[in-house]
């Protein structure tokens, strides 16, 4: 497969690589950006319910991500054991 589709995936790649929609295509553009992005703007609530929406979707987004972790180790863990049980090489 490496051999039949090698040549399509380098060429691919190549023209990615020449529109700089890869990250570190240019390292001195990426310094660039990364030095520009210094100017932070301070979020600023109009009213006690912004605050208290954003408060809320910051919990909310913290209860669901350690969520997804505890299924990804879940079945991770499931996939293990069911390879050990079948005896392959786990």
Known sequence: MTDTYGSDFLSAFAEFYQQELLPFANAQRD????????????????????????????????????????????????????DYLDGHNW
Do not use: C
Request: charged share 15%.
């Open 31 to 82: 310094i660039n950006k990364a030095k520009s992005a210094k100017n932070l703007s301070v979020i600023n609530f109009t009213s006690a319910s912004n605050f208290k929406n954003t408060r809320q979707l910051e919990v909310g987004a913290n209860i669901l991500g350690k969520g997804l972790i505890a299924i990804d180790a879940g079945v991770l863990v499931g996939n293990v054991n069911t």
